[in-house]
């Protein structure tokens, strides 16, 4: 079971995004992005106290990167500058405005450095998000592993956004990596894949029952686009329909719907609140151009 009044009464709670940091680029710009970033950036938003944690180039879009999440308040001295390139990805959108991805290979955030700082940030850090993405590479899947288990054991809240892309995950990444989470999200072209992967029910309920009985998840967050999200928290469970609006874009959509729902949570809110907050701040991200967007005072108060 996990014990949220832990966390309700703990003034000083510090966050984290865990991972890739890169520039999501379309046809006519580029935005900053990285599902861990875009955590830590709409966490911040909600008044967690957040770093980034990850490694850019020695280059443009590097010196870019920290710049603009300094702009927005998150920490970044935890983003080490080292001779690959910063991480980018080409995103085409479809009629719909669902967006697809081409990842550059080799790219700073896979060699993210596991160092003695990153680990006493780690014994400081109570909430922390991270994926898979930038666990295809060997040196950056040790740096992240290194930080979930030196997380304090009595204060902490590992959320495992697993982020399939692309061929970048293996069942032995997943496996290795729920068994060092408490919470995990999918979404609906995910879960089957998962389901097969890990040889259990693709049916939701069952699914988090089969996460629970293995690996001792607490909670799991299953998202589907437009037709709505299922959260499940211990033995609750909220489901929601999404709401309707005209989409820009649906990139970070997905990130800011799990930092609100986190950050809600950890701050006392009820599940079904939590939930109906982070139906409509994902709502407001897909109106919106990117991943980085701020929020209206009329979202962010609610917290």
């Excluded at 991972?19 to 935005?31: A, I, T, W």
């Excluded at 081409?102 to 994926?131: H, Q, S």
């Excluded at 950056?140 to 979930?148: E, K, P």
């Excluded at 799990?258 to 897909?286: M, N």
Aim: negative net charge; aromatic residues 8%.
């Amino acid at each position: 079971m996990l014990d949220l009044s832990k966390f309700s009464s703990h003034r000083e709670l510090r966050g984290a995004g865990l991972g890739e940091v890169l520039f999501d680029v379309f046809e006519d710009d580029s935005k900053l992005g990285g599902a861990p970033a875009n955590f830590a950036f709409h966490c911040s938003q909600l008044g967690l106290s957040c770093s980034v944690i990850s490694a850019v180039g020695k280059d443009a879009l590097g010196a870019r990167a920290k710049r603009e999440l300094q702009s927005f308040g998150l920490d970044t001295s935890y983003i080490c500058e080292l001779d690959y390139p910063t991480g980018k990805v080409d995103v085409t959108l479809d009629k719909d405005g669902i967006a697809h991805y081409a990842f550059l290979d080799n790219t700073a955030y896979d060699n993210i450095p596991n160092t003695n700082a990153l680990t006493e940030l780690a014994r400081k850090t109570n909430v922390v998000c991270f994926g898979s993405l930038a666990q295809r590479s060997q040196t950056s899947r040790n740096t992240i592993h290194n930080f979930l288990v030196n997380m304090p054991e009595d204060l902490r809240l590992r959320v495992f956004d697993v982020n399939l892309r692309c061929n970048f995950y293996s069942q032995e990444i997943i496996e290795s990596t729920l068994e060092l989470s408490e919470v995990f999200k999918c979404n609906e072209d995910e879960l089957p894949v998962l389901a097969q992967l890990l040889n259990i029910s693709e049916e939701p309920d069952a699914f988090y029952h089969d996460l629970r009985e293995k690996y001792g998840i607490c909670g799991f967050i299953f998202t589907k686009g437009g037709e709505g999200s299922v959260v499940y928290l211990n033995d609750e469970k909220s489901e929601l329909v999404s709401k309707k609006v005209t989409v820009a874009d649906t990139v970070g959509a997905g990130d800011s719907f799990t930092a609100t729902l986190i950050t809600a949570l950890v701050r006392g809110l009820p599940l079904k609140q939590s939930h109906e907050l982070a139906v409509d701040v994902s709502a407001y991200i897909c109106t919106c151009k990117g991943a980085m967007a701020k929020l209206p005072l009329e979202l962010t108060s609610k917290i």
